[in-house]
C-alpha cells in the first residue's frame, strides 16, 4: 500500500500520525509524510489517505483538505470527527515512528489520558474521560542513543492513580531525564505530595532550555486556590518565576478589561509569566493584547500606550477638554 500522512496544523509531531506511520511501515506500506494539504505535481496516487489537525481554527484548512482529498480519513482534536488510530489500525496501537521529523530530539507521548475537571471550554473529558495510566516512561522513551527528553502531552499527569503518577516521577528522576509537562499541571489541586514531586524533576519548557512549569488561570474566582497552589509550590522549592500560567480571555461574556487586567497584574506582582489565551479569534482588541503580554512589551509600554483605541479615547478627551 502506498499511504499519505497529512499534519494540518500545530508544529509538534503529530502523534497520531507517527502511530499511523508505525503501523503502515511495520506491514511494509510506503508512507509519505506531508503538511502540503493539496496534491502536488507529479505526486501520484495513494491507496489510503489521511489528515490530522488539533485546533478547531483549522476548520478551513480542513474544508480544503477534503476538497482535495474527497476519501481522506481525517481526524484530530482540531476535526470535529471522533476517530481514533484504533479504530483505524482494528486494535491498541502506541508504538511511535519518528522517521519523518529526523530533528525532533524528545520522546513525545502520553502516560496518562483524561481529566478530572470539567471546563466548560474544553472537550478533553469528552474525548478522553476520567484519568487513566496508560504508558510507563520506557514505552515512551525512544531508547539508548537518543536525548533524555520527555515531552508529555498527559492532559491532567496528576490525575491518573497515585501509586501511577508515583512510579512515573521515580522513572523520571531514575533515568536522569528532562521532562515537559507540556499540556500544563492543575495548579488547583496541587497538594504538597505533587508540589515535591515536581520540584524532584528536572522539569523544562517546550524548547528545554530553561526551567518552566505551565499552567493555568482561567477564572477570576479561582485566586485563592490557584495562589494556594502556587504557595505549595515555592514551598517545595519551585519559584513563581519558573511559572507560566495560560490565562483564558474573551470566554465569560460578563468579563471586564478591569478582571482581566487584575488577573494578568496579580500574576507578573508574583513573578508568574502571563500568557493570556483568546477564545474568541476576531476579538482584535484581546488579540493586541496577548501580543502586548506574550511579547514581554509590558515590562517596558503600559497597556494604555500600546492600544491605539486607547490613545485615540485618550486625545479625544484631551481635545473636548481644550476646547471646553
Request: aromatic residues 12%.
Amino acid at each position: 500500500m502506498r499511504v499519505r500522512l497529512t499534519q494540518l496544523d500545530g508544529k509538534l509531531p503529530n502523534l497520531a500520525l507517527m502511530r499511523l506511520a508505525a503501523w503502515h511501515r511495520a506491514h511494509g506500506d510506503e508512507v509519505v509524510f506531508t503538511r502540503s494539504v493539496e496534491r502536488e505535481m507529479f505526486e501520484g496516487e495513494y491507496d489510503v489517505v489521511y489528515g490530522s489537525a488539533i485546533f478547531t481554527a483549522s476548520q478551513p484548512l480542513i474544508a480544503c483538505f477534503r476538497q482535495c482529498w474527497p476519501s481522506a480519513i481525517v481526524g484530530g482534536t482540531g476535526s470535529g470527527s471522533a476517530i481514533t488510530v484504533e479504530q483505524v489500525v482494528g486494535g491498541w496501537w502506541e508504538r511511535c515512528n519518528y522517521q519523518d521529523h529526523p530533528g525532533f530530539q524528545p520522546s513525545l507521548g502520553f502516560t496518562a489520558r483524561g481529566c478530572r475537571m470539567k471546563c466548560r471550554f474544553c472537550m478533553v473529558p469528552g474525548s478522553e474521560g476520567r484519568p487513566r495510566s496508560v504508558n510507563t516512561i520506557a514505552d515512551l522513551w525512544r531508547g539508548p542513543g537518543h536525548a533524555r527528553k520527555l515531552l508529555l502531552l498527559d492532559n491532567d499527569f496528576f490525575g491518573q492513580p497515585e501509586e501511577q503518577w508515583q512510579a512515573r516521577v521515580a522513572e523520571i528522576r531514575g533515568g536522569d531525564f528532562r521532562v515537559c509537562f507540556s499540556q500544563g499541571i492543575n495548579i488547583r489541586l496541587v497538594d504538597d505530595r505533587v508540589a515535591e514531586a515536581l520540584a524532584s524533576v528536572q522539569y523544562r519548557d517546550d524548547q528545554f532550555r530553561q526551567r518552566r512549569l505551565y499552567t493555568a488561570w482561567d477564572n477570576l474566582g479561582d485566586e485563592r486556590v490557584f495562589f494556594r497552589g502556587v504557595e505549595r509550590l515555592e514551598r517545595a522549592g519551585v519559584p513563581p518565576r519558573h511559572l507560566m500560567a495560560y490565562m483564558l480571555v474573551g470566554f465569560d461574556p460578563a468579563e471586564t478589561w478591569d478582571c482581566i487586567h487584575y488577573r494578568f497584574d496579580r500574576m507578573v506582582a508574583a513573578g508568574i509569566r502571563p500568557y493570556p489565551m483568546v477564545f474568541d479569534p476576531a476579538r482584535r482588541d484581546l488579540k493586541q493584547f496577548q501580543r502586548w503580554a506574550v511579547t514581554g512589551l509590558y515590562r517596558a509600554v503600559p497597556w494604555a500606550d500600546y492600544d491605539p483605541s486607547i490613545r485615540r479615547r485618550n486625545a479625544g478627551s484631551q481635545l473636548t477638554l481644550a476646547v471646553a
